[in-house]
């Protein structure tokens, strides 16, 4: 174990220290020499992406692959994966996205954008003018890129999932002797800047506005900005560095390095120094100029992180980063800090020495303090010996006190745990604890999923009480993209594999299994995943039309249903659409009802005449029937729909007289409408009637009576309605001529009378019969006739209406003397 006090590594840069941490040893093969590659490392410790530098001569050695390839290596140099690279356009950048995403592109503005670790990409183009005059260069962010054209046109792409390329601002003429670009995230505007030295100034580029910084100390070689986006770093060609805030308002320092070699590489360490760095050296240069300087027995790459920089030789990979805060109070000699006296407690008590207890004392009111000190300086060392010692230092100080909140000492003890885990030169990714806590365990699983390492994210998962289910379903599908095994036997084992395991989506592995050609297996893994919401779609790209829709008439939802219905509508023929849908009754239903409520009658027609459904087919008809303007087209559907019941005529035998009905109705008034001066289209045939009475066409109504055999009561109705509604009261009087009527005289005497005309209204009375004792003294009484009325009364001798209508019309007018005189005798004695 390694014991070596952790201020071995450290170097001072004006007030601060910064650290070399060695991370793994005997990284790459000595055969492959880094200084003929372009090396790009992904953020977060991430992989590391190694292209061919076409640029440099390399030696021929025999056995080595002749194709180009883009290898990527763990930090600790284990391979990940190898891709063919079998463009012709050559690469004008590579990078990641803080997902882990390589994005490669190539002069002709090809972007391809590799998922994961393993080989599967999508791809765009940039366009904007990319194919003609060629990337030069590019530059990448968190979640997108700037390609830098030969023409000096800046084109960016803000996200790799739905990729839109954008034109920034025109920029000047001139050569572009570098560039760099702050985020969106760091800057005002939202949108991503381009730095760009032209000439002896810089420009800054965003989406609406060019601006010349108005320097001219330049050119500047190199031009970087710091991680949160505030200072930018600018080295010109005589070997000077400035360093400025990003609004180019502020210069901060300035470090000359006396060197006639150009650097390889200006990037951050942090946001606190600037490295600078050539074949085998490196300078870490702080605030005021100060310096520290970093040798190499072989060439070296630098990859820029949140909190410092990887360093990658063909021998070692390290890391550079100032030393943090709790780390330096804990550790730096002379310290007397309450933390640094209490990790030497500790110490003191494992070789039992009663100086530990003095210790102890002597920091006892800072104590709670000191404890948290060693909880997160402990998450700073990548050295288990001294992060066990930290630990160990607080265990004793919380041990000591009366109240101490553990939370804290836990998690990080949980942290370490994961840390060491995935830090192991087998895994490759040496985080450190500030890049953990911002990347999070979830995106920590996903990474590790991206390399395979299942068996290590499901420990990390249960042991962080994260859900696992995603660690399964990404197991199975590379599983069944990569297993040898029969169909059969494949499905076992993950069926096997996952039986229990909650939230499993066997749709995802079924699609996988799809796309790998295995359509089989597709199908059979479906079946096991509970949710048709999921299964449904993917069964329909596999053209598994039939088995796509039994699985949504199964899951009782009509709208996926319905939704797999019109897929198929729009796929199949009509006959072979309909042979599916009828075979199953909810299906032909839900076509059935769709099809209606949206009027389209023509797909009814069909559906019903593959389906041999004459009623039904014959209804539509009907329906169409009832809404033309006209009668001869509503003629020609009736016909049609006779046509179709005509072969079943036992059974249809009431539709059929029906029809034959209605159509000769629609005959009678089409010459109607031809000879007389009103439109009949559309009425019933007591419409019909009713209106031809109105006009005066009584003949006319006769034959329409005869025709469809209305019975005499139901014409009466009619002809008196339709005399009130005219007026014609003396066609009324001469009715009441007349000895019987089918519908007795009362209906005649209510309609006349709501009519207004009380006079007819009075010449029915005498004619209704079989009425209640009294009705006809109302019935008079309503027509206005009171003599009439009491007449009435004095017959059926009902004193008390004689007498209210007595006192209704007044004793001393001339009828209520009339009314008297009628009741004299019979009322008063």
Excluded at 89 to 99: Q, T, V
Excluded at 208 to 227: M, N
Excluded at 309 to 315: A, G, K, L, P
Excluded at 714 to 729: C, S
Aim: aromatic share 8%; charged share 25%.
């Amino acid at each position: 174990m390694d014991t070596t006090h952790p201020t071995a590594g450290w170097e001072q840069v004006g007030d601060s220290f910064y650290r070399k941490v060695q991370l793994y040893t005997a990284v790459f093969d000595r055969d492959l020499d880094l200084d003929n590659y372009a090396v790009a490392g992904a953020p977060y410790s991430g992989a590391i992406a190694l292209c061919r530098d076409d640029n440099k001569i390399m030696a021929y050695r025999g056995g080595q692959a002749s194709k180009p390839s883009i290898d990527i290596y763990s930090s600790a140099g284990k391979p990940i994966r190898s891709i063919s690279w079998d463009k012709v356009s050559e690469i004008r950048g590579l990078g990641w996205s803080d997902d882990e995403k390589l994005l490669i592109v190539t002069k002709d503005g090809t972007v391809r954008c590799y998922v994961d670790l393993q080989g599967e990409f999508s791809q765009f183009s940039l366009g904007n003018g990319a194919e003609e005059y060629g990337v030069e260069s590019c530059r990448f962010y968190d979640s997108g890129l700037v390609a830098l054209l030969s023409n000096n046109t800046l084109i960016t792409v803000n996200s790799y999932d739905e990729p839109r390329p954008k034109v920034l601002a025109a920029c000047p003429d001139g050569r572009v002797h570098s560039w760099a670009l702050i985020p969106p995230n760091h800057t005002l505007s939202r949108s991503v800047e381009a730095l760009l030295s032209i000439n002896q100034t810089i420009y800054v580029v965003d989406a609406t506005d060019c601006e010349d910084r108005f320097l001219d100390v330049g050119p500047f070689a190199h031009v970087s900005v710091s991680p949160n986006g505030k200072f930018v770093g600018l080295y010109t060609e005589t070997g000077v560095l400035h360093v400025v805030t990003s609004d180019f308002q502020t210069r901060l320092s300035e470090h000359r390095s006396k060197s006639k070699i150009p650097p390889k590489y200006l990037q951050w360490c942090g946001n606190d120094a600037v490295v600078i760095a050539w074949e085998d050296e490196v300078h870490i240069v702080g605030p005021g100029g100060s310096l520290a300087k970093f040798y190499y027995d072989s060439r070296i790459h630098i990859i820029q992180d949140i909190d410092g920089v990887r360093v990658i030789t063909n021998n070692v990979c390290e890391f550079l980063q100032k030393v943090p805060d709790v780390t330096e109070e804990v550790f730096r000699f002379g310290a007397e800090s309450p933390a640094s006296i209490l990790l030497d407690a500790v110490q003191q008590l494992e070789m039992q020495s009663p100086k530990a207890d003095d210790n102890i004392q002597l920091i006892r009111p800072n104590l709670t303090e000191a404890v948290d000190t060693c909880v997160n300086a402990s998450g700073q060392e990548y050295n288990v010996h001294w992060q066990k010692q930290l630990l160990k230092a607080a265990s004793f100080g919380k041990s000591v006190l009366d109240i101490y909140n553990s939370d804290d000492f836990v998690d990080m003890c949980d942290t370490l745990r994961v840390l060491n885990a995935v830090r192991y030169y087998e895994v490759g990714l040496p985080l450190s604890y500030d890049q953990y806590q911002r990347l999070g365990p979830d995106s920590l699983i996903e990474r590790l999923l991206s390399r395979h390492e299942y068996l290590l994210a499901l420990r990390i998962a249960g042991y962080l009480h994260l859900p696992t289910d995603k660690i399964y379903v990404h197991w199975a599908c590379a599983k069944v993209r990569t297993g040898s095994e029969p169909d059969e036997a494949l499905c076992q084992i993950v069926i096997d594999r996952l039986a229990g395991k909650p939230g499993i989506s066997f749709e995802e592995i079924a699609r996988a299994a799809y796309d790998e050609g295995r359509g089989r297996l597709a199908t059979e893994l479906l079946n096991h995943e509970p949710r048709a919401g999921r299964q449904v779609p993917l069964l329909l790209s596999m053209e598994e039309d039939e088995l796509a829709l039994d699985k949504a008439i199964e899951s009782g939802d009509t709208d996926l249903t319905y939704f797999v219905i019109e897929k198929m509508r729009r796929k199949l023929p009509l006959a072979a659409f309909f042979q599916t849908v009828n075979s199953r009754p909810v299906a032909t239903a839900l076509v059935e009802s769709a099809a209606i409520r949206d009027g389209d009658n023509t797909l009814l027609k069909d559906m019903y005449y593959q389906d041999d459904r004459r009623l039904a087919g014959a209804s539509v008809f009907i329906r169409e029937a009832l809404r033309q303007p006209d009668s001869r087209t509503a003629s020609d559907k009736l016909v049609l729909a006779a046509k179709l019941l005509a072969d079943n005529q036992k059974e249809s035998a009431f539709e059929l007289g029906a029809l034959k009905e209605a159509t000769t109705l629609l005959r009678m008034q089409e010459a109607f409408d031809r000879d007389l001066t009103d439109s009949f289209t559309g009425l019933s045939v007591n419409e019909t009637m009713f209106k031809l009475i109105r006009l005066g066409y009584h003949g006319r109504a006769k034959k329409l009576q005869s025709e469809f055999h209305v019975p005499d009561r139901v014409a009466w109705w009619i002809r008196l309605r339709a005399l009130v509604a005219k007026r014609d009261w003396n066609e009324i009087e001469d009715i009441a001529k007349a000895k019987k009527s089918p519908i007795g005289w009362e209906p005649f005497f209510n309609l006349v009378l709501q009519a207004g005309n009380a006079r007819v209204a009075a010449v029915f009375v005498p004619k209704c019969t079989g009425l209640e004792p009294g009705t006809t003294i109302s019935m008079y009484e309503k027509c206005g006739m009171k003599v009439k009325a009491a007449q009435e009364a004095v017959k059926i001798k009902d004193a008390e209406a004689w007498n209210r209508l007595l006192e209704s019309a007044g004793r001393g007018t001339a009828e209520g003397r009339e009314i008297e005189h009628l009741g004299h005798g019979v009322f008063k004695k």
